[in-house]
């Protein structure tokens, strides 16, 4: 197995190359424009809330203005960069933290958990994506709510492509190939960006689950009123739905 493709979100370059694409300023205020939503879904509308896997900040600065006491957690340096600064020109505050999902826990801190932007699954290991769910089930509070987003098996087969392309604002060209395998398992995407005309390549790799695969995972960890829905406005889950969101609470 390539080590490059084992640890792909480890590599700063691709979070560089591909931030224009997968953080547009409209991802912004999308994710804006869900904290209600996902206030409605989980009944808090204020405490202690941690986004993990945060990314530049898209959820975890609404939160904090929102009036959450927000940690964010990331693995890139780049990303956290791109966190600060928005926040500091938003005057935001969060507690910004680099480390990998793996590690990161604080017991029974937080009333709220998030993990959105298909931001789960990414290790070969099974055991250690078992392991991020330990770990913010032991850093949520009795009675704290876990919030879930990913692109689930249901919505993805309907609408799957192997190859597709998109041109970027700056000129560049992405083109993705993308591949099902183990079984409908896990989704292996190259991503080959072509600039000046030269190609520079990419490849990721993450688990895909099904909303039962996601229910019966986050029950074996101890998580219990597990609902599914097919977006943040709490739309019902299935083929017709956008993601797959689970919210599922810690009992007290």
């Known amino acids: 197995m390539d080590p490059a493709v084992e640890r792909w979100f480890e590599d700063e370059s691709f ?7 997968m953080f547009p300023e409209t991802s912004f205020t999308a994710a804006r424009e869900n904290i209600p939503k996902i206030v409605a879904l989980t009944g808090l509308a204020t405490g202690a809330a941690l986004d993990l896997a945060c990314g530049p900040g898209r959820y975890a600065i609404p939160l904090a203005q929102a009036g959450f006491d927000v940690t964010a957690v990331d693995l890139t340096g780049f990303l956290l960069d791109k966190a600060r600064e928005r926040a500091a020109r938003e005057g935001a505050r969060v507690q910004w933290i680099q480390q990998d999902m793996r590690e990161f826990a604080r017991t029974a801190a937080f009333d709220l958990v998030l993990n959105v932007f298909t931001s789960f699954g990414y290790f070969d ?36 492509q192997p190859t597709r392309s998109e041109s970027l604002p700056d000129g560049r060209v992405l083109i993705h190939r993308t591949k099902i395998v183990d079984d409908w398992s896990r989704i292996d995407d190259e991503w080959i960006m072509l600039e000046h005309g030269k190609a520079t390549s990419h490849r990721i790799r993450h688990w895909i689950y099904s909303g039962r695969e996601i229910r019966d995972l986050f029950a074996s960890v101890g998580f219990a009123d597990i609902k599914l829905y097919g977006a943040f406005d709490g739309t019902p889950y299935g083929p017709e739905g956008q993601r797959l969101i689970a919210v599922a609470r810690k009992p007290r």
């Open 15 to 21: 979070w560089k190359r591909t931030f224009p694409l």
């Open 125 to 160: 290991d099974e055991a250690q994506n078992r392991r991020v769910l330990e770990n913010i089930y032991d850093s949520l509070k009795a009675g704290g709510v876990f919030v879930f987003d990913h692109l689930g098996k249901e919505v993805l087969a309907p609408r799957f």
